[in-house]
């Protein structure tokens, strides 16, 4: 059964939103203006997307700018998350490390064909996998290395190249953005039932079909997201993604 699109669905989800935003206040978290405009924005996003797909997906130029325009977007997203200084834009190598490889695959197998139809959303749940890893990547192995300075100092008295002993140090932190994606793909079909898999359903696919769609999304999410995360980690560990 698919929602309804009137104005009972748009009262529940101002409150919803609302809610979110309250319990973040009264909690301190410090989110909740960040929450409301997520919403707000998120509407506004799927509004325009929403009008634009249908000419979006009928030619090849228009599609490629859509993709790159996702592209674009997550990079600014993940970099600015990582880092507030000019080196946010290395966060464009991890995301693009990951998802072109998988994306070239895809197409190359004939898997997904050159159809806006389905090349867009296979393209922006990769992206959106990258973008998360990349962010959480990123910022854990850049507040390991701020924390723990003094034993990174201690690997380079003990004649460690700085980008080993950072490795070192960072590399259990940056690990823990795969936690989400493993966690995920563990408990498929028993905790949860990824969106894939019920927009299938809801598509009129077989429930074999749709099982083999969501299995081929958690296993290229894995892929992307291992490829993204181990990238943001040689940034850092370089000195290219930096805070100072």
Same mark, same amino acid.
């Given at each position: 059964?698919?929602?309804?699109?009137?104005?009972?669905?748009?009262?529940? =989800?101002?409150? *919803? /939103?609302?809610?979110? $935003?309250?319990?973040? !206040?009264? %909690?301190?978290?410090?989110?909740? #203006?960040? +929450?409301?405009?997520?919403?707000?924005?998120?509407?506004?996003?799927?509004?325009?997307?929403?009008?634009?797909?249908g000419?979006?997906?009928?030619? =090849?130029?228009? *599609? /490629?700018?859509?993709? $790159?325009?996702?592209? !674009?977007? %997550?990079?600014?997203?993940?970099? #600015?998350? +990582?880092?507030?200084?000019?080196?946010?834009?290395?966060?464009?190598?991890?995301?693009?490390?990951?998802?072109?490889?998988?994306?070239?695959?895809l =197409?190359?197998?004939? /898997?997904?064909?050159?159809?806006?139809?389905?090349?867009i959303?296979?393209?922006?749940?990769?992206?959106?996998?990258?973008?998360?890893?990349?962010?959480?990547?990123?910022?854990?192995?850049?507040?390991?290395?701020?924390?723990?300075?003094?034993?990174?100092?201690?690997?380079?008295? /003990?004649?460690?190249?700085?980008?080993?002993?950072?490795?070192?140090?960072?590399?259990?932190?940056?690990?823990?953005?795969?936690?989400?994606?493993?966690?995920?793909?563990?408990?498929?079909?028993?905790v949860?039932?990824?969106?894939?898999?019920?927009?299938?359903?809801?598509?009129?696919?077989?429930?074999?079909?749709?099982?083999?769609?969501?299995?081929?999304?958690l296993?290229?999410?894995?892929?992307?997201?291992?490829?993204?995360?181990?990238?943001?980690?040689?940034?850092?560990?370089?000195?290219?993604?930096?805070?100072?």
């Amino acid at each position: 059964m698919l929602l309804p699109v009137n104005i009972t669905l748009g009262v529940v =989800l101002a409150l *919803l /939103l609302a809610a979110a $935003a309250t319990v973040a !206040a009264l %909690a301190s978290l410090g989110r909740a #203006r960040e +929450i409301l405009l997520a919403g707000l924005r998120a509407a506004v996003q799927l509004a325009a997307v929403s009008l634009l797909i249908g000419w979006v997906v009928r030619s =090849l130029p228009p *599609l /490629l700018g859509f993709v $790159a325009l996702m592209y !674009a977007v %997550a990079v600014r997203t993940a970099g #600015r998350r +990582i880092t507030r200084n000019r080196t946010w834009w290395w966060a464009a190598l991890p995301i693009a490390a990951g998802v072109v490889p998988v994306v070239a695959l895809l =197409l190359l197998t004939g /898997l997904v064909p050159v159809r806006g139809i389905a090349l867009i959303p296979v393209t922006g749940i990769l992206i959106g996998g990258a973008l998360t890893a990349t962010v959480l990547g990123g910022r854990r192995a850049l507040d390991e290395l701020t924390t723990r300075r003094g034993e990174v100092e201690a690997g380079m008295a /003990l004649g460690l190249l700085d980008r080993d002993a950072r490795l070192e140090i960072a590399r259990p932190a940056a690990s823990d953005a795969l936690l989400p994606g493993l966690d995920q793909t563990r408990t498929v079909g028993l905790v949860t039932l990824p969106g894939a898999f019920v927009g299938m359903l809801l598509g009129g696919a077989s429930p074999v079909q749709a099982g083999a769609v969501q299995l081929f999304v958690l296993v290229a999410l894995m892929a992307v997201q291992a490829v993204a995360v181990t990238t943001v980690l040689e940034l850092v560990a370089r000195g290219r993604l930096h805070r100072v």
